[in-house]
């Protein structure tokens, strides 16, 4: 897509803790831990929430990255990471597609080829793909990711054919 690279303050879009509560009460949505779980500390692992794209309060956002990175007929996937506690990190891992991440609350350091990011809410993260990266959560965190998945078709997800067709 383009070198790993942050955007600042590329939207005002926000979601706290209590509208992930509210999304999570009104979807059945998979989930799964994304880090390596301590058995006594689950808490201070990562989570991912799957396939949020229909989640109604994400679909400005979503219509602005498709427009602003030209997005239109590209398989999606979008999916949430949330960590409640400092210190919580992902696995260090690469994806064999490019992936764009969104910030929607608190602070996340990603390491991507051994540089540091700061991400923000409301900041952009393009990570390549095949680049090694891991999300560290400075604070509590909640970021939007989109898997940019031109290597295959992704059933029942993001359906963005053109700006007017958005359907989420």
């Known amino acids: 897509m383009t070198n790993s690279k942050l955007v600042e303050s590329f939207d005002d879009f926000r979601l706290d803790f209590n509208q992930l509560s509210e999304l999570l009460s009104s979807h059945n949505y998979k989930t799964r831990s994304s880090s390596n779980s301590l058995q006594e500390f689950i808490l201070q692992s990562s989570y991912q929430i799957i ?14 990255i498709i427009k602003q990175y030209h997005l239109y007929g590209v398989p999606l996937e979008v999916d949430l ?34 540089k540091k990011y700061s991400l923000k809410a409301g900041d952009i993260i ?22 940019i998945r031109k290597d295959k078709i992704v059933k029942n997800n993001l359906k963005n054919t053109n700006i007017s067709e958005v359907k989420i």
């Open 81 to 114: 990471f949330v960590s409640f506690t400092q210190g919580s990190c992902s696995i260090i891992h690469d994806d064999p597609y490019d992936v764009l991440i969104y910030g929607l609350h608190g602070e996340t350091i990603y390491v991507v080829d051994k």
């Open 51 to 64: 396939n949020v794209h229909n989640y109604k309060k994400f679909k400005d956002i979503l219509e602005k």
């Open 126 to 147: 393009i990570i390549n793909e095949g680049e090694v990266h891991q999300g560290i959560g400075i604070s509590p965190r909640i970021v939007l990711s989109l898997g």
